[in-house]
């Protein structure tokens, strides 16, 4: 199936496509958002995860403008999203997602499950490198966990073939005779982040035409005739279930070519399932998956300029994988450098090596040498000179007939004895710690008092985060943390989940953390804050650590990080572990660009809850996280914001005394964002103030069961309106406009609802 | 200055977070592609950006029949525009600058930075005053610096531009649309040549910084043990024009600054034997100093003043919160 190209394709000189057509200039997330629009999908499931977000956030922004009815849900992570997904493929409409890297992967045992009962929808990756360390870069680590998945996997070298690819993989998944979902992945960063020119369809009848309408599938929504989807199916049976989907599989591999060529009619452009470039003639070559083969053509032309008989072959699909193109485009080819963007740890090559290799291997008369390269992990950029030594590679080793090494990682740096990070700081002296806030428990009440020492004498604690850290100026996050850091005493172990605090402190190989410190993906860092003390105390119990160390355990959160990570943040506090969890809610994913997150107010924009004519910020009220924790029947639950220090600080004590004696502690405390919130950098106290006064973000405390407010600004004849709050902030200030009071009224209405709950708790002795 | 017969023109704009260097980038970028004829690529580099860090901005342009196929960072650029005159400073601002290169910097009128001298001799250096024009003008200073460039690269057509940054401004910002036109036609004008400041031969050498650990030297697992050590970054290039400054006199050393500031960069001592005060509040770190003011609001009796950023004044007023460790 290999078309061949044998000089390069100037633009504007290829024949035109039936369909109209008008240039854009769009970046490869723009051009999937486009397309998304342009197809007029039903619903989109997703989290946002850089850097594919700005699919959403730009579908977020066209909705706002009425451009498209796609009814977008923002899921609580991608293992919520690939649920919502699948739950809206069922009922038979079609069905979008976006996602990267870790997100690929927590949501990855959805994907057999979708692809096993056979139901069609689009999946765009915007591959990026997997965790751990976390990298936001873009490789293909993700995208090679989905070759086993049973999806299609369509490969987008530039925004142009993401455009075009998706309105493919409707077609090629939605056939009955392939009934399976489609990932387009496109690389991160590089397409999905560049723009470039591009042509999108200016013809909806043209459009309509290709798509169709999708086919009707068994869905739960057929009412009038009952079926079991999903049923428990073991040993006789699962293995036909699986021969069905590879029939699926060989199926696609017939119906992948037509569908492109139909495209192809329509726009102009094609796309072989193995892009084969200068191929014919060719000694040597180098196989690379989509932008990298890109800037190898460029060198391909260079090396060909000098003589050399050399091409580029590059899958543009995946799965199911083009084993016949790949055999007969390297019959004659003497030697092939493989380039992977990410590894199989053991297996000698990256997965693309190994599926080459494996399908030269079917050929008894090819003897096609094979150099199995590692390179561009983590976004390492991949230009002309990394492809001059891969196409020198493949052409000495079919010269010499040879291969020297024949797997290694390209691009690596070995790092020089004479080199280190800069020194880290003096340790930091824990009597230092103690002392700023006294603790007592009240014998009466068994209830616990706090008496700070002054302001001024607390500047004598050394603070356990460094300065140089690469925060916004203004950022929330550090004087709360500061303040919290103030009052607690000895020695304490944190644990960031992915968030802004933790890569603003720990850009490599520099820390601003002075204490010890771990990251891990929000999905799961209570329960790993919850493993490492269980361990500690073990340790302890077998005399392995000493006894005596007076050390506490935190975890700090983002609010999005209560979203996605709820599950484990519950689990934890229903087991009771003696550890804090302290949530910065700054009221949206502000590390990925201000995303809505469920503790996001109602009416609030954010980037995937936008603006305009057709739509005005998030349509649901915030999450009340602290009552869902209080739930958990805790010692100790409290709300705070940086804004009250000393009643924040009052709160940290007592919580430290509580994780230390009885268990599990969770504070939520409301962490300024003036980038996101769209305030100037110094207007942290007035919006907090305003935002406490107008008791939307009320401070109260629930001791062993027990609420009790610990400012009433009713009581301190303070009590204000939301709109006194709403006005502060530019996220806010269109709801002030005579066409949102519908919204503002619901806002005060919950807002009130909520506050009247709460005193009523504060009221009785038993809640 | 005009499109070469090969390859690409391409432009790196040098910037810090917030000053608009990537939207710059796609407005020329957009109007090249959609108004001019012409072919290109746009991005930026991509990071985990937090307003006041280091971002670099790439445009290719070449004619519309040439494909754009590398997706590399421009490393040999013909043309730097540095959106903040303390990236001079920085040698890799210059990285891979063609000797027939230009460049344009951010600058109010001054003596020509000795910084220059990095310059290919054959190179053309333009000064403007985009922050300057852009305060006078309510605008921002990359539609200034958009408007200089227009003016010295002739295949750039100005009225393009222009059209493509009133577009980008008309929806939700239409206020800004007339003073963003206004600070560009002033950048097209009201700029300074100089002439044979560099002393470099030929094309500047690209410059890639390399890992400061490696496969051999980093400690397995990723793990860094260095606590603290960003205390090393210096943070003063996000400062904006402006910097908190402490009047001892009016200080009651309350330290209600400390609670609230983000940047950790404020300098505590134990008082002196002659001191009313057990804790007394020395100064500003302005390494670490981002200059969001929030010390300045929170101060009960106007001791932290918000006060214009001079040349050398951070230096002359600098109290270093870890003497004898980082001077």
């Known amino acids: 199936?290999?078309?061949?190209?044998?000089?390069?394709?100037?633009?504007?000189?290829?024949?035109?496509?039936?369909?109209?057509?008008?240039?854009?200039?769009?970046?490869?997330?723009?051009?999937?958002?486009?397309?998304?629009?342009?197809?007029?999908?039903?619903?989109?499931?997703?989290?946002?995860?850089?850097?594919?977000?700005?699919?959403?956030?730009?579908?977020?922004?066209?909705?706002?403008?009425?451009?498209?009815?796609?009814?977008?849900?923002?899921?609580?992570?991608?293992?919520?999203?690939?649920?919502?997904?699948?739950?809206?493929?069922?009922?038979?409409?079609?069905?979008?997602?976006?996602?990267?890297?870790?997100?690929?992967?927590?949501?990855?045992?959805?994907?057999?499950?979708?692809?096993?009962?056979?139901?069609?929808?689009?999946?765009?990756?915007?591959?990026?490198?997997?965790?751990?360390?976390?990298?936001?870069?873009?490789?293909?680590?993700?995208?090679?966990?989905?070759?086993?998945?049973?999806?299609?996997?369509?490969?987008?070298?530039?925004?142009?073939?993401?455009?075009?690819?998706?309105?493919?993989?409707?077609?090629?998944?939605?056939?009955?005779?392939?009934?399976?979902?489609?990932?387009?992945?496109?690389?991160?960063?590089?397409?999905?982040?560049?723009?470039?020119?591009?042509?999108?369809?200016?013809?909806?009848?043209?459009?309509?035409?290709?798509?169709?309408?999708?086919?009707?599938?068994?869905?739960?929504?057929?009412?009038?005739?009952?079926?079991?989807?999903?049923?428990?199916?073991?040993?006789?049976?699962?293995?036909?279930?699986?021969?069905?989907?590879?029939?699926?599989?060989?199926?696609?591999?017939?119906?992948?070519?037509?569908?492109?060529?139909?495209?192809?009619?329509?726009?102009?452009?094609?796309?072989?399932?193995?892009?084969?470039?200068?191929?014919?003639?060719?000694?040597?070559?180098?196989?690379?998956?989509?932008?990298?083969?890109?800037?190898?053509?460029?060198?391909?032309?260079?090396?060909?300029?000098?003589?050399?008989?050399?091409?580029?072959?590059?899958?543009?699909?995946?799965?199911?994988?083009?084993?016949?193109?790949?055999?007969?485009?390297?019959?004659?080819?003497?030697?092939?450098?493989?380039?992977?963007?990410?590894?199989?740890?053991?297996?000698?090559?990256?997965?693309?090596?190994?599926?080459?290799?494996?399908?030269?291997?079917?050929?008894?008369?090819?003897?096609?040498?094979?150099?199995?390269?590692?390179?561009?992990?983590?976004?390492?950029?991949?230009?002309?000179?990394?492809?001059?030594?891969?196409?020198?590679?493949?052409?000495?080793?079919?010269?010499?007939?040879?291969?020297?090494?024949?797997?290694?990682?390209?691009?690596?740096?070995?790092?020089?004895?004479?080199?280190?990070?800069?020194?880290?700081?003096?340790?930091?002296?824990?009597?230092?710690?103690?002392?700023?806030?006294?603790?007592?428990?009240?014998?009466?009440?068994?209830?616990?008092?706090?008496?700070?020492?002054?302001?001024?004498?607390?500047?004598?604690?050394?603070?356990?985060?460094?300065?140089?850290?690469?925060?916004?100026?203004?950022?929330?996050?550090?004087?709360?943390?500061?303040?919290?850091?103030?009052?607690?005493?000895?020695?304490?172990?944190?644990?960031?989940?992915?968030?802004?605090?933790?890569?603003?402190?720990?850009?490599?190989?520099?820390?601003?953390?002075?204490?010890?410190?771990?990251?891990?993906?929000?999905?799961?860092?209570?329960?790993?804050?919850?493993?490492?003390?269980?361990?500690?105390?073990?340790?302890?119990?077998?005399k392995e650590l000493p006894e005596g160390k007076d050390v506490t355990f935190v975890m700090i959160s983002g609010d999005g990080g209560m979203d996605i990570g709820m599950g484990p943040a519950l689990g934890a506090a229903h087991r009771n572990h003696r550890m804090m969890i302290l949530e910065y809610d700054n009221q949206g994913y502000m590390n990925t660009g201000a995303q809505l997150s469920y503790s996001t107010p109602f009416g609030h924009r954010t980037s995937t809850s936008e603006v305009g004519t057709a739509a005005a910020g998030k349509r649901y009220h915030h999450k009340d996280t602290a009552q869902i924790f209080a739930a958990c029947h805790l010692p100790y639950v409290f709300t705070a914001s940086e804004g009250y220090p000393e009643d924040l600080m009052r709160k940290v004590a007592k919580a430290q005394w509580y994780a230390k004696h009885e268990g599990l502690v969770y504070g939520k405390i409301l962490s300024f964002c003036p980038l996101n919130w769209k305030t100037t950098d110094d207007a942290a106290e007035p919006v907090l103030q305003a935002a406490i006064d107008t008791c939307f973000f009320p401070l109260y405390e629930v001791e062993h069961g027990h609420t009790a407010l610990t400012y009433d600004p009713e009581a301190a004849g303070r009590r204000q309106a939301v709109t006194e709050w709403l006005k502060l902030m530019g996220k806010t200030r269109h709801l002030l406009k005579s066409d949102h009071a519908e919204a503002v009224t619901g806002i005060q209405a919950e807002v009130d609802r909520r506050w009247r709950r709460l005193k009523a708790m504060h009221e009785h002795p038993e809640l | 200055m005009s499109l070469p017969t090969e390859g690409f023109f391409e432009l790196r704009f040098e910037s810090i977070g917030g000053l608009g260097a990537h939207g710059a980038g796609q407005i020329l970028a957009t109007a090249a592609v959609l108004h001019m004829g012409l072919n290109g690529a746009q991005f930026s580099s991509y990071g985990s950006e937090k307003k006041g860090s280091l971002v670099r901005t790439f445009v290719r342009l070449g004619p519309a029949g040439r494909p754009v196929r590398t997706s590399a960072p421009v490393e040999a650029p013909n043309a730097i525009v540095v959106f903040h005159a303390a990236l001079l400073r920085n040698p890799a601002t210059f990285g891979g600058l063609r000797n027939d290169g230009l460049l344009i910097y951010n600058s109010p009128p001054g003596p020509v930075p000795e910084a220059l001298a990095a310059l290919p001799r054959t190179a053309l250096a333009i000064r403007v005053d985009a922050l300057g024009i852009a305060v006078a003008e309510k605008s921002r200073p990359n539609a200034v610096l958009l408007g200089t460039l227009c003016a010295v690269v002739p295949f750039l057509d100005s009225a393009h531009v222009r059209g493509a940054l009133a577009e980008e401004f008309a929806g939700k910002h239409p206020e800004a649309v007339a003073s963003n036109d206004r600070a560009f036609r002033r950048g097209a004008t009201e700029f300074e040549v100089h002439e044979g400041v560099g002393l470099a031969e030929g094309d500047l050498p690209i410059v890639r910084p390399e890992p400061v650990w490696g496969y051999e030297t980093q400690p397995v697992g990723g793990i860094i043990a260095e606590p603290g050590n960003t205390a090393w970054n210096d943070l003063s290039l996000s400062r904006t024009g402006w910097m908190p400054v402490l009047h001892h006199d009016k200080c009651i050393h309350c330290g209600t600054c400390d609670l609230v500031c983000p940047d950790l960069c404020l300098v505590w001592r134990d008082g002196g034997p002659d001191s009313t005060f057990e804790r007394e509040l020395m100064g500003v770190d302005y390494r670490y100093c981002k200059g969001c003011m929030r010390c300045v609001e929170s101060c009960p009796t106007s001791a932290l003043v918000r006060e214009a950023e001079t040349p050398g004044l951070a230096d002359q007023l600098r109290v270093p919160q870890f003497p004898g460790f980082i001077s």
């Open chain 1, 1 to 542: 199936m290999a078309t061949e190209i044998l000089t390069p394709p100037l633009t504007g000189t290829r024949a035109a496509g039936t369909a109209q057509q008008k240039v854009d200039f769009k970046s490869g997330n723009e051009a999937a958002a486009l397309a998304a629009r342009d197809i007029g999908f039903h619903v989109m499931g997703y989290f946002p995860i850089t850097p594919s977000t700005e699919v959403a956030e730009n579908l977020s922004k066209m909705q706002a403008d009425g451009e498209h009815e796609i009814v977008m849900i923002a899921g609580d992570g991608e293992h919520g999203a690939a649920g919502i997904c699948y739950g809206a493929a069922l009922g038979g409409g079609r069905v979008l997602n976006a996602t990267s890297a870790n997100g690929l992967l927590f949501s990855l045992e959805q994907l057999p499950v979708q692809a096993g009962t056979r139901v069609p929808m689009v999946l765009n990756v915007a591959a990026r490198a997997v965790s751990g360390p976390l990298d936001i870069r873009g490789d293909h680590s993700d995208i090679y966990f989905a070759l086993n998945t049973g999806w299609i996997m369509l490969c987008a070298r530039d925004p142009q073939a993401v455009y075009d690819l998706n309105f493919a993989a409707v077609r090629i998944g939605e056939h009955p005779d392939v009934r399976l979902p489609v990932i387009v992945c496109y690389d991160g960063f590089v397409t999905s982040h560049q723009k470039r020119r591009i042509e999108v369809f200016d013809d909806a009848d043209a459009v309509r035409g290709f798509l169709g309408t999708r086919p009707e599938y068994p869905t739960p929504l057929d009412l009038e005739h009952p079926k079991t989807f999903g049923p428990y199916m073991n040993d006789p049976d699962l293995i036909n279930n699986k021969v069905q989907l590879s029939r699926a599989m060989d199926a696609a591999r017939t119906l992948i070519p037509a569908v492109f060529a139909e495209l192809e009619a329509l726009t102009g452009r094609a796309y072989p399932v193995l892009d084969a470039y200068r191929m014919r003639d060719a000694d040597a070559a180098v196989v690379l998956l989509n932008s990298a083969a890109e800037t190898a053509k460029e060198t391909a032309d260079e090396r060909r300029a000098l003589g050399e008989r050399v091409g580029v072959l590059s899958p543009n699909v995946l799965r199911p994988f083009p084993t016949e193109a790949f055999r007969q485009a390297l019959a004659s080819v003497d030697a092939v450098t493989i380039g992977d963007r990410a590894d199989s740890y053991g297996a000698d090559g990256g997965n693309l090596s190994l599926e080459v290799r494996a399908a030269l291997q079917v050929d008894r008369h090819n003897d096609t040498l094979v150099v199995s390269r590692i390179y561009g992990l983590g976004g390492k950029d991949f230009d002309a000179a990394d492809a001059r030594t891969f196409f020198a590679e493949a052409v000495a080793a079919g010269r010499s007939r040879t291969v020297d090494t024949p797997f290694a990682y390209h691009g690596a740096t070995p790092g020089r004895p004479d080199r280190a990070p800069r020194p880290g700081l003096p340790p930091i002296p824990l009597d230092a710690t103690r002392g700023m806030a006294h603790v007592q428990r009240d014998k009466s009440t068994g209830k616990l008092r706090v008496e700070l020492e002054p302001i001024w004498k607390m500047t004598s604690v050394p603070s356990r985060i460094a300065p140089g850290h690469g925060a916004c100026p203004g950022c929330g996050y550090f004087p709360t943390f500061h303040q919290i850091s103030r009052v607690l005493e000895g020695d304490i172990v944190v644990l960031y989940q992915t968030g802004c605090a933790m890569v603003v402190t720990t850009g490599y190989p520099s820390t601003a953390h002075r204490v010890n410190y771990v990251h891990n993906l929000f999905q799961n860092g209570a329960a790993t804050l919850s493993g490492l003390v269980e361990m500690y105390h073990e340790r302890v119990r077998r």
